[in-house]
């Protein structure tokens, strides 16, 4: 059985770009969390999906948005990204609440 | 908000002494989680702890969540280089997990 798989692995953006990053959920899970990852931190929670509807949201501005598809894949995208943006962006699925999380290897976004 | 702490920040060992990890949340938690990060890597789930004052253990490792369940702790027993990483404590309050700043352990051959 895979695990979480993301994509892309590493990616650069310039200033005011738009990113696209993406997340598959270990087969049979239904809930993906996104979290950013700043060097020397712990993760920071930015959304939460369940069955397609957004069930959480940190403290990110609007320009992080996210959606979960069918299939519970799912995707998180920055718009206008400031050096400050630069960080690992974690994907994360759970069967249920209440049990862990399975983490991806993320995605490594510089913004330059 | 909700603010989970951690201490140490930084913890070398000789390789074969123990190590503890704190985390103090400043509100009851629902439950904890720990982690650990291994360099380069992501976070591995270790395990849950959701009862108050509970303890497990998982072969040298000892989870504890205080009888408040305000703050946890992480104890080593005999350390190896196999332990070296990132270990962070996840308090969950209702809606969603927030992440301590981590623990970073270096163990010395």
């Known amino acids: 059985d895979a695990g979480v798989t993301q994509s892309p692995t590493h990616l650069i953006k310039t200033r005011g770009q738009h990113v696209t990053l993406r997340c598959s959920p270990i087969s049979g899970h239904k809930s993906v969390s996104w979290y950013q990852q700043v060097l020397g931190q712990g993760p920071q929670f930015i959304f939460q999906y369940y069955e397609k509807e957004e069930r959480g949201r940190g403290n990110f501005p609007d320009r992080f948005s996210a959606r979960q598809f069918p299939n519970y894949s799912s995707e998180l995208n920055v718009n206008a990204l400031l050096l400050g943006d630069s960080a690992l962006y974690l994907c994360a699925s759970k069967l249920q609440e209440g049990r862990g999380a399975f983490f991806g290897q993320g995605t490594r976004l510089t913004v330059v | 908000g909700q603010q989970v702490m951690q201490i140490p920040q930084y913890q070398h060992v000789q390789e074969g002494e123990d190590f503890t990890t704190y985390c103090n949340s400043s509100t009851t938690l629902s439950n904890i989680q720990w982690y650990k990060q291994r360099p380069g890597g992501h976070p591995v789930f270790l395990i849950q702890?959701?009862?108050?004052?509970e303890v497990k253990k998982q072969k040298r490792l000892t989870f504890q969540f205080g009888e408040a369940k305000k703050n946890s702790s992480l104890h080593i027993t005999a350390t190896q280089t196999t332990d070296v990483g990132t270990y962070f404590c996840?308090?969950?309050?209702?809606?969603?997990?927030?992440f301590g700043p981590g623990t970073r352990l270096s163990v010395l051959p």
């Open positions: 996840a308090g969950f309050y209702g809606q969603n997990f927030v």
């Open positions: 702890l959701v009862k108050s004052g």
